[in-house]
T-cell receptor, first 117, second 109 residues
Framework: GAVVSQHPSWVICKSGTSVKIECRSL??????MFWYRQFPKQSLMLMAT?????????EQGVEKDKFLINHASLTLSTLTVTSAHPEDSSFYIC?????????????FGEGSRLTVL | GQNIDQPTEMTATEGAIVQINCTYQ??????LFWYQQHAGEAPTFLSY??LDGLEEKGRFSSFLSRSKGYSYLLLKELQMKDSASYLC??????????WGAGTKLIIKP
């Protein structure tokens, strides 16, 4: 199956710093990538949808200036959490859809666990 | 509003069969997905239904009835490694994926 790689898996940072998370599709072209946040024992919460070469579409309540998303190529999207605070601590997951799998099938990255001290 | 309902938690015995139900009310329908998510890991794809009926993949089967807004995931010959959360998700008329809260499945020996 198609592979999506997410990096880093774990990150601990100080409050006020920025953290970048990368999401790469390794063996297919990801025309659309999705970024999710998941708090403990809760379901996935879609943060934004990004299409290659265009601006991301953010879900209601998600600050676009705080969660910067770049999807500059068909294989890479990045999420930057700017000026992170402890309440931003969460499990961030990316997924991609594109030229592989069944229609609309999502391929998920491994997830990135962010802890802000 | 759009809504996906699935039980919060289910318990089953190793070797048995379990059915996890999902009902949905969405603005349009363009397919229903089932994903498995182990604690602390990202979801993995299990199945995709867009037409009514049963799709079988090994020990897992998924059923869809569009007229009833209903799907189920059937897991046979349960193994301990099947202990996980199972997420139902529906793609609406805008091709946006609406996620259920997930069903935590506990397998007992």
């Amino acid at each position: 199956g198609a592979v999506v790689s997410q990096h880093p898996s774990w990150v601990i940072c100080k409050s006020g710093t920025s953290v970048k998370i990368e999401c790469r599709s390794l063996d297919f072209q990801a025309t659309t990538m999705f970024w999710y946040r998941q708090f403990p024992k809760q379901s996935l919460m879609l943060m934004a949808t990004s299409n290659e070469g265009s601006k991301a579409t953010y879900e209601q309540g998600v600050e676009k200036d705080k969660f910067l998303i770049n999807h500059a190529s068909l294989t890479l999207s990045t999420l930057t959490v700017t000026s992170a605070h402890p309440e931003d601590s969460s499990f961030y997951i990316c997924s991609a859809t594109g030229t592989s799998g069944e229609a609309g099938e999502l391929f998920f990255g491994e997830g990135s666990r962010l802890t802000v001290l | 509003g759009q809504n996906i309902d699935q039980p919060t938690e289910m318990t089953a015995t190793e070797g048995a069969i379990v059915q996890i139900n999902c009902t949905y009310q969405t603005s349009g329908f363009n397919g229903l997905f089932w994903y498995q998510q182990h604690a602390g890991e990202a979801p993995t794809f299990l199945s995709y239904n867009v037409l009514d009926g049963l799709e079988e993949k090994g020990r897992f089967s998924s059923f869809l009835s569009r007229s009833k807004g209903y799907s189920y995931l059937l897991l046979k010959e349960l193994q301990m490694k099947d202990s996980a959360s199972y997420l139902c998700a529906v793609k609406d008329s805008n091709y946006q994926l609406i996620w259920g809260a997930g069903t935590k499945l506990i397998i007992k020996p």
